[in-house]
Structures are given as C-alpha cells and as structure tokens.
C-alpha cells in the first residue's frame, strides 16, 4: 500500500492539482475537506449554513467539524489517500494521527512557493463543477472557453472565496499557521518539500519521486 500523502502549501500552491494526477497515476483517494464544505454549503446542509460566512470570509472552520466531516469521508485501513487542505494546524495534525493515521505510513509534503506569486494563480482559477478539474484563465486554459476539458461539462465555477480580499486573508491565516505545521512534521521524521513555482509537470515529477 501507498503511505498516506499529507498536502501541505498555501491556498493556490498547486495541492488540489496535484492530487488529481496522483489520483489518476497512481490510484490514491482524494479528499479535500474544502471540497467537503463547499459541497455541504451547495446541498443546504445544517453544516453547510453554519460554515458557509466563515469561508466567505477566508477563515478557518473549527477543528472539530472538519476532523468529523474528515472521518466520515475516508476508509485509511482500505485505501492510500491524500489529505488535502486537512491538517491547517498543529491541533489538527495532532488529531488527524490520534484518530485515523496512527501506527500508518505517510508522508507529508510541503508545497514550498513565494506567497507573492500566489494572487494571481488563485483569482484566475476555475474549475469544473462536474468532475473537479482544476484550469487557470492565464497558464491553463480550457481549449474551448467555460467547457472542462475532461468531461465536456459546461460553466467552469470560480470560487466565491478566491477573490483579492479574502485571498489575502486566506494567505494570514495560512502564515500564521505554517511554521509550527511544519515543525510538527519534521519532528515526526515525514517532512519533505518540493518547488512549487515549477511547472505543473515538473512539480508532479518531484511528487513521483518523493514517492519512490
Ligand atoms: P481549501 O479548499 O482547502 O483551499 P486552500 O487551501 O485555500 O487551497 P486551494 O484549493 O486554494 O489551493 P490549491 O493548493 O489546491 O491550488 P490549486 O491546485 O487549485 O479551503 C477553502 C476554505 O475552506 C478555507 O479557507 C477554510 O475556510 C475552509 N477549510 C478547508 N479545510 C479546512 C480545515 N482543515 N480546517 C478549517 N477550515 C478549513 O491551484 C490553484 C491555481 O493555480 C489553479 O488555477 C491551477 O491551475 C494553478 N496552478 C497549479 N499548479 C500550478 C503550477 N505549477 N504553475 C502554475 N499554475 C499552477
């Protein structure tokens, strides 16, 4: 089996993209608890209705929330899965060992990148609202405008929250957080990192052999 891969990175560091060519090459299970909110939030859920300002705004929803949406939504004795966007702090590392990794292997891989660089690749994103590809207006385009490439679905959705204001406030959060996140890691001896501001392909190339 797989070790477990923990996506570490700011928001629009490439984890998401990533994770799909990962799920495609080499058979991991995907899951995102952004992905996992922002469906509770379109289905008009109770938790849906209760996180759904707090996204809005770029914070963070509270650990325990996330960490049950996260059990509910993955089987880690069956598959190898990649954790994307769960931990975003030392509380939440700490729990997702305590209550579903503990005594699994993993890796956790940091995706190291100038936060300047980071604006630009977030408001541009869009992504399919059927399969979850992920383009970007300006470095990937769809080869026919607002059609997903991968399964013809039409009106590619830009995320409410990657607009300029929240993504800033997204990007805090994210540096208040980081330092001991990986500090956490390093610690457990799992740590490694990668150059994110490569290209799409060559950042998937360093994952591979990270991997190996
Ligand atoms: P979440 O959905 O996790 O968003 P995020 O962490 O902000 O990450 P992103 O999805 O923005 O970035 P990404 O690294 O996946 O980038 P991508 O591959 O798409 O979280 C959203 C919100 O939910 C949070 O703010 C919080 O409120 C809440 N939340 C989620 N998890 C939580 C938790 N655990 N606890 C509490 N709250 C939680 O790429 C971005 C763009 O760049 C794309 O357009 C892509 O095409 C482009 N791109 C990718 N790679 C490259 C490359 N190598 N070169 C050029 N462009 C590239």
């Not at 598959?79 to 997702?96: C, E, K, W």
């Amino acid at each position: 089996m797989l070790p477990h891969l923990i996506v570490l990175g700011a928001p629009g560091s490439g984890k998401g993209t990533q994770a799909l060519k990962l799920v495609d090459t080499l058979g991991y299970k995907h899951v995102s608890t952004g992905d996992l909110l922002r469906a509770e939030i379109k289905k008009g859920s109770e938790l849906g209705q209760k996180v759904s300002s707090i996204i809005a705004k770029g914070d963070l929803v509270s650990d325990e929330i996330v960490l049950e949406l996260l059990k509910n939504n993955c089987e880690v004795t069956k598959y190898s899965y990649i954790f994307d966007g769960f931990p975003r702090n030392t509380v939440q590392a700490a729990m997702l060992e305590d209550h579903l990794l503990k005594g699994t292997k993993k890796l956790a891989v940091y995706f190291k990148l100038d936060l300047d660089l980071l604006l630009q690749r977030i408001v541009n994103r869009r992504s399919c609202p059927s399969c979850g590809e992920i383009y970007n207006l300006q470095s990937k385009k769809p080869a026919k405008d607002d059609t997903c490439d991968k399964c013809g679905a039409q009106g590619l959705v830009h995320r409410k929250d990657d607009n300029e204001d929240v993504v800033k406030n997204r990007l805090e959060v994210f540096r208040e957080n980081n330092e001991p996140l990986l500090a956490f890691y390093k610690n457990a001896g799992v740590l490694a990192e990668l150059d994110a501001s490569l290209a799409e392909k060559d950042v998937f190339e360093s994952l591979k052999s990270l991997l190996k």
